[in-house]
């Protein structure tokens, strides 16, 4: 069982910047895939970035240029920076863990932006 714990939301105006940290359980994180996905109220939760357990990133296309994902191994830790946020990054925002074929989501955090 990984157990995985998002944190850092909130509420930003647009235009700003937050960093959301996703920790994840097990002694062999390095070999996790890890995920960022995000559902907005009324729609169905989209992938947002993604990074493999060698360090390759992908991106949705509305982020790219704007959220930047990153690992620390040594921290069991994945982020993601965001910056220009605008209000149609709010969302809850799910970080996933994929681990020999098994999903393991985290509860979410909230991110709003709103002036």
């Known amino acids: 069982q990984v157990h995985v714990a998002e944190s850092g939301g909130g509420r930003v105006q647009p235009g ?8 994840a359980s097990g002694s062999i ?7 960022w996905y995000r559902q907005a109220p009324g729609k169905q939760r ?9 360090g390759s990133t992908n991106y949705v ?3 790219k240029g704007r959220f930047t994902i990153s690992r620390d ?4 830790t994945v982020y993601l920076q965001m ?6 990054d709010t969302a809850v925002y799910f ?20 002036s």
């Not at 700003?16 to 920790?23: D, I, K, M």
């Not at 191994?73 to 069991?76: D, G, I, Q, T, W």
């Not at 910056?83 to 149609?88: A, D, F, K, Q, V």
Request: aromatic share 12%; net charge negative; proline share 2%.
């Open 95 to 114: 970080c996933n863990a994929y681990v020999y074929g098994m999903n393991y989501w985290g509860r979410g955090t909230l991110v709003t932006v709103s």
């Open 83 to 88: 910056n220009s946020l605008t209000p149609e």
């Open 46 to 54: 989209e992938l947002v970035a993604e990074i493999t357990s060698v």
């Open 73 to 76: 191994n040594a921290k069991n």
């Open 16 to 23: 700003g910047s937050l960093r959301l940290s996703c920790f």
């Open 29 to 35: 994180f390095n070999t996790y895939a890890m995920g």
């Open 61 to 63: 296309d509305s982020v």
